[in-house]
């Protein structure tokens, strides 16, 4: 039997499982996909990445200005920076499984299920425990309006095998902002469409207000108290005038 089975490998539960292992616990966790949670796989970590990509875009426009001259014009490889950023992350889903191994943290990998107080079910294996911590997380919910399957939730933006012409980010909070401001610096031709009438609700309004004049600057369209359902009519409205002119 197991002191402590540990549900998901994210920050939660790789620091619950090891400081429990610390302390003598046997302990096992399970965790369906890759260890370090949503900010080392599909959050702070590979968006600072593209982050970093995106912004030179902005100071090769301004190397003339400082006597410098590229000997041809610069290309972006998008696909090369999803694999740079990939080969970063593998490396950090190795750290964290070395810091359980250090802990003598058992990791196992599927998905789990609680079957009764003290028995966690991995598969068809049946695992008894004294305790169990549930540290599983949360996942974005497509709309469920008729377009919510064909729209994207920023995971799946880490995974584009290409960059779009153009997007609509919908919602004007944290991560909403961020991918906006990373995808325009790559060239996308973006929109943010937001029910909020000003980016980032629950911030100070000065922050607020200054967020929208700089994401206005950089050429963002910000469509703000706006109705999303109105908003993503209009888009499909103008994408079928655009069909039909080509």
Not at 54 to 61: I, M, T
Not at 124 to 132: G, L, W
Not at 186 to 206: I, K, N, Y
């Amino acid at each position: 039997m197991w002191d402590l089975v540990v549900i998901g490998g994210g920050s939660a539960g790789i620091r619950c499982a090891r400081f429990s292992a610390n302390h003598g616990a046997k302990v096992l966790l399970v965790e369906q996909a890759r260890l370090g949670g949503t900010c080392v796989n599909a959050g702070c970590i590979p968006k600072k990445l593209l982050w970093y990509g995106a912004r030179y875009r902005e100071d090769l426009e301004d190397l003339g200005g400082y006597g410098w001259k590229l000997a041809g014009d610069a290309v972006f490889d998008w696909r090369a920076l999803r694999a740079a950023r990939d080969r970063e992350v593998e490396r950090l889903n190795g750290v964290y499984a070395r810091m359980l191994d250090r802990a003598d943290v058992t990791h196992r990998v599927g998905r789990a299920e609680i079957t009764g107080p003290h028995e966690v079910r991995v598969g068809e294996e049946r695992i008894a425990t004294r305790f169990i911590a549930v540290a599983t997380g949360g996942h974005p919910l497509r709309p469920s309006a008729p377009w919510g399957p064909l729209a994207w939730t920023s995971d799946d933006i880490f995974q584009l095998d290409a960059l779009p012409r153009r997007i609509v980010v919908l919602g004007a909070r944290y991560v909403g902002c961020e991918l906006a401001s990373i995808l325009h610096a790559f060239g996308v031709e973006t929109s943010l469409v937001a029910r909020d009438e000003m980016p980032l609700p629950g911030f100070d309004a000065d922050v607020r207000d200054e967020l929208a004049r700089a994401l206005q600057t950089r050429g963002i369209a910000l469509h703000l108290s706006a109705d999303v359902k109105d908003a993503v009519r209009e888009l499909v409205r103008s994408l079928r005038e655009e069909a039909k002119a080509i």
